[in-house]
């Protein structure tokens, strides 16, 4: 469901060896869009797949903003936004290359 290098970040992630980043959420999110977008099988499973991945991000960020500022916090927010952006370029590449 995942590229192989999003794997290993996520085990180096797992291990805490890395933060649960922005970029590595954002790329886990792209991998389940274009395995959704290919999947024939009951998508609904991906869901149960991805849920505990989305609540690890969940925890990684609230620890990276518990001492934070509100304003702080945005911050965090908006950069995550921008590492959507930014990564959108790889989900066309998957999308269109590997369809």
Do not use: C
């Amino acid at each position: 469901i995942i590229s192989s290098d999003t794997f290993k970040s996520l085990e180096k992630a797992a291990r805490g060896e890395v933060p649960f980043s922005a970029e590595l959420w954002v790329r886990i999110v792209y991998d389940f869009v274009y395995t959704f977008h290919i999947w024939k099988r009951n998508r609904h499973k991906l869901i149960d797949i991805m849920a505990p991945l989305y609540f690890g991000r969940a925890g990684a960020f609230m620890t990276e903003t518990e001492n934070l500022t509100n304003e702080q916090a945005e911050q965090i927010i908006e950069h995550q936004a921008t590492v959507f952006e930014k990564e959108k370029e790889y989900l066309i590449k998957r999308w269109f290359n590997e369809s």
